[in-house]
């Protein structure tokens, strides 16, 4: 929960289209205004932008899953202090792709 609205109020300050959702460690990240509630949903996202995102997360040492189709996990490896990084470092991407 700490990831998801960490990353989507970073993302809200960026005014980049983004939401994301997660159920226990498991969660989704989507280019979108609303969470996909099926295929055509997650199919009509930008994923050009999830590529973009995850480009420059990668290029910062922050790995997501390479697809805007996967889901991502949270596990006990992950302190609240990497995920407020992780979050720091998506805000420096969100508003480089804001620009």
Do not use: C, W
Not at 12 to 30: E, K, N
Not at 44 to 57: D, L, P, Q, R, V
Not at 58 to 70: C, H, K, M, Q
């Amino acid at each position: 929960e700490q990831l998801v609205h960490g990353l989507k109020q970073a993302a809200a300050q960026t005014g980049i289209a983004f939401t994301a959702d997660s159920v226990g460690g498991m969660f989704g990240l989507y280019f979108s205004g609303s969470l996909p509630q099926n295929y055509a949903d997650m199919a009509a996202s930008n994923i050009e932008a999830f590529k973009t995102f995850f480009h420059g997360m990668l290029d910062r040492n922050t790995a997501f899953g390479p697809s805007a189709y996967e889901a991502g996990f949270v596990s006990a490896a992950h302190t609240p202090e990497l995920i407020d990084e992780t979050i720091a470092t998506a805000h420096q991407v969100f508003a480089e792709m804001a620009k």
